[in-house]
């Protein structure tokens, strides 16, 4: 049984700080998108009201992507003190018509990009021009961002929904620990825009087929098990698609779900499982994991990158890994660069012993919501963007902007 509870309560406004007047920021990213930039958008935006600042969204679907999640945006762009420009320079680049939807009028900008390897990606410089400030999850990212940055690089980790973690915490409680005969579920879920290569979901196979193996040696005793691989956008990947199956086909353990699945659907699978498998060559933060340990669900995941911004030893099974280089250019991960191989040997290992000690199983849970609950909190997280955009404003001939807030705004703090 998971133990803690659910401690992430709304800040509390005050009428004087209702009606006083505040900074105000236009935030602009793929806020309808149900993916990881869309999400990571979403994040940041409950930081900044966190922090007290405005937020007016403007949305930026993407055709490649499903766009069902909420926005209540202004029906039009109203003055600001801040355009914070959510989304890759590629994705702008890319995208038909993207550019020309924005509009970016206010005096300071701010750019929020994420990254996953330790080099700088080619042909991103193009991007830093306009913007007065880099945003970006994870120190691992704002390291290899800030290596060709000409304006302040600042790492500004995602602020998960606690509300839906802290419902999924509680599910998961109510459900207890799993009964004797069903099988360990092992979850997985990856995005193929993402690139196959860099989320390694034949790693993952790999590691469950070693560590459950359908033919047991005479007198070894194995649990029964299953994993559920989540496959985005497989309709645009149609031959990665059909790989992926066919490698899965022999074994009818292994259930591939290809469909796009909203929120409570995708909920149902964090509730169900058992451990969420993560054998990624490279993060820049891993939205995915750090909602499943705010969830009291285990996880086993490569101990390299981004996610140890939230994981640190003992939160998670770390899986060991070797720096390698990358063979073959796909997307912007550009041959010749390195990422991590993890150590399959080791994975199995450690899904092994969550599926087989339950004691484990338990603590695992309860460490990894606990060093998300302190790395993840929304008061450090809006503090630290309250410090950052203090700094910002700090800068000469934006003393008014910061003169313009009420004696009583967070902001004002920096004045000192």
Request: with cysteine; hydrophobic share 45%; proline share 9%.
């Amino acid at each position: 049984m998971l133990s803690g509870s659910p401690r992430h309560a709304p800040p509390v406004i005050t009428p004087a700080q209702r009606d006083a007047p505040v900074l105000t920021l236009n935030l602009w990213g793929h806020l309808s998108g149900g993916f990881g930039l869309g999400e990571g958008a979403r994040c940041t935006a409950r930081i900044l009201r966190t922090a007290g600042v405005r937020v007016r969204l403007h949305d930026l679907p993407l055709a490649t992507h499903v766009n069902d999640q909420p926005v209540v945006a202004p029906a039009r762009v109203e003055p600001a003190a801040i355009d914070l420009v959510h989304t890759n320079p590629n994705v702008l680049r890319q995208s038909d018509g993207l550019q020309e939807r924005m509009e970016l009028r206010a005096p300071l900008r701010i750019g929020f990009w994420a990254w996953e390897l330790e080099s700088f990606p080619s042909g991103w410089e193009e991007g830093f021009a306009g913007l007065d400030q880099l945003w970006c999850p994870s120190a691992f990212t704002a390291t290899s961002l800030g290596l060709r940055s000409p304006v302040p690089v600042t790492p500004l980790p995602h602020l998960i929904d606690w509300e839906r973690a802290d419902k999924l915490w509680e599910r998961r409680r109510r459900r207890g620990a799993r009964r004797q005969g069903e099988p360990f579920r092992c979850l997985f879920a990856f995005d193929f825009w993402s690139t196959r290569s860099r989320k390694n979901p034949d790693a993952v196979i790999d590691a469950f087929q070693l560590a459950f193996p359908r033919a047991r040696p005479a007198g070894t005793a194995s649990p029964e098990a299953s994993l559920v691989l989540k496959l985005a956008s497989s309709e645009q990947f149609p031959g990665a698609t059909a790989d992926l199956q066919q490698r899965c086909g022999p074994d009818p353990r292994i259930r591939l779900i290809t469909g796009h699945l909203p929120n409570g659907a995708f909920d149902r699978l964090y509730a169900e499982a058992d451990a969420l498998v993560s054998l990624h060559r490279a993060e820049g933060f891993g939205l995915s994991l750090a909602e499943a340990m705010a969830a009291g669900l285990p996880v086993v995941a490569t101990g390299y990158s981004g996610n140890l911004t939230f994981m640190p030893p003992g939160s998670a099974s770390l899986v060991p890994y070797q720096l390698v280089p990358i063979t073959a250019s796909e997307g912007d991960y550009r041959a010749g660069g390195l990422w991590a191989e993890p150590d399959r040997e080791a994975a199995a290992a450690a899904l092994r012993r969550l599926a087989g000690d339950p004691h484990h199983h338990a603590e695992l849970a309860d460490a990894g919501r606990a060093a998300v609950a302190s790395a993840l909190a929304p008061g450090r997280l809006a503090a630290m963007a309250a410090q950052r955009l203090g700094t910002l404003l700090r800068w000469a001939g934006r003393a008014e902007l910061v003169a313009a807030l009420p004696a009583e705004h967070p902001l004002r703090r920096l004045e000192a």
